[in-house]
């Protein structure tokens, strides 16, 4: 089963994903957020499966909104990555009442060692979990990129142990007052926009295709008894669509950067076989005299993505540019080093133009044969 690192969800289609089938007690996705419900005497969730690795995985989210005490005693909202045994978990304690955030990792419900820091709606807004070589850390942010580390600690036993058992459970509680909610927001995005998850049948070549029309017009200053001169400006607008996971769609203009340059990143996931040689090559198709010379190829996998991810395998040394084709060859003894899934993306560069062409998940299938 998946990272947590490529649970994605930035709940704009108000509908409960496939990944959330466990959520109980009223908890909805609602004008863009996951929202749960704190009632008076009960429990709720947005929850995952238990199917979940949280091992060598990060998994960030935006607390859109919390609940206030309105008249209870025991009034909370939680982020936390739960192991298959009851009251043992890693997260976040927002308790309302006292306007403390707890950074616990509990057993048996408590965690002695807890950390409590007073909440602050702005500072605290963004939360993170990440365990990385033996290591979990505890991360807050103002805006989802800059990141304050809040608390470190040896990363227990079952986070290894329960490996695809995890699950990630944004809960809330209150004991009497007044009904009202949390929200959660953008989980491992940073992006608003549609986020849709789709499958293919993938093929080694990829094949991109571009039409590009372009358009001119004339700018002049006519004095009298002068001639009209006039400087043609040149735009370009380019739509394409990519023959693997996903469409492309573009809209932009670009002058004299490429037209290829108006173009969204492609989805492509990979699929490395541990031990084993890889090769798959990505072709432009249209325009018919489109190349690549003179552009670098680029390309990293990572345990997520930015500098929050632990870099698992440069790609770049294995990226050949071949006229309209960039060939990915990954020798079997560098698929050796693979240890677990992550996230790439494929770049183009020439100059100071980059262009992201291809991104996705990356699946390692652990080699048996030694």
Not at 40 to 63: D, E, I, P, R
Not at 121 to 131: C, N, P, Q
Not at 142 to 151: C, S, V
Request: glycine share 8%.
């Amino acid at each position: 089963m998946p990272s947590l690192s490529t649970l994605v969800d930035n709940f704009n289609d108000n509908v409960i994903g496939p990944d959330w089938g466990d959520s109980y007690g009223g908890a909805t996705e609602t004008g863009g957020q996951a929202r749960v419900p704190c009632v008076a005497g009960g429990f709720a969730s947005y929850q995952t499966g238990a199917s979940w690795t949280f091992a060598g995985a990060t998994v960030f989210l935006k607390l859109a909104a919390v609940p206030a005490a309105s008249g209870g005693s025991d009034v909370s909202c939680n982020m936390h990555v739960t192991s298959p045994t009851p009251g043992t978990s890693i997260g976040f304690h927002y308790n309302a009442v006292t306007g403390m955030l707890r950074i616990e990792s509990n057993i048996g419900f408590w965690d002695d060692n807890a950390i409590e820091i007073a909440y602050s709606s702005t500072t605290h807004r963004w939360l993170r979990l990440r365990e990385d070589a033996g290591t979990v850390y505890w991360d807050t942010s103002p805006d989802g990129t800059t990141w304050t580390n809040r608390r470190t600690a040896t990363t227990p036993a079952w986070v290894v142990d329960a490996a695809e058992q995890c699950r990630l459970d944004l809960w809330a509680h209150r004991d009497t007052g007044t009904t009202d909610y949390a929200a959660y927001d953008n989980v491992n995005t940073l992006a608003d926009g549609a986020v849709w998850t789709g499958t293919a049948d993938l093929t080694a070549t990829t094949a991109l295709t571009a039409a590009p029309a372009v358009s001119a017009h004339a700018v002049s200053d006519l004095a009298a008894g002068s001639t009209l001169a006039a400087a043609p400006t040149l735009s370009a607008r380019a739509a394409a669509d990519l023959t693997a996971e996903a469409a492309l769609v573009a809209d932009a203009a670009s002058s004299p950067i490429p037209e290829v340059a108006a173009m969204s990143a492609g989805e492509q996931h990979l699929l490395i076989e541990q031990g084993s040689t890889f090769m798959q090559t990505y072709t432009v198709v249209e325009p018919a005299d489109w190349t690549w010379d003179g552009w670098t190829a680029r390309a990293q996998i990572r345990s997520a993505p930015a500098d929050s991810g632990e870099l698992l395998l440069d790609l770049t040394p294995y990226l050949t540019v071949l006229g309209p084709a960039v060939r990915l060859a990954i020798p079997a003894a560098q698929t050796q080093t693979l240890t677990r899934n992550g996230v790439w993306d494929l770049e183009m560069v020439t100059g100071t133009t980059v262009v992201r062409i291809l991104q996705g998940r990356v699946t390692t299938s652990l080699e048996v044969t030694r």
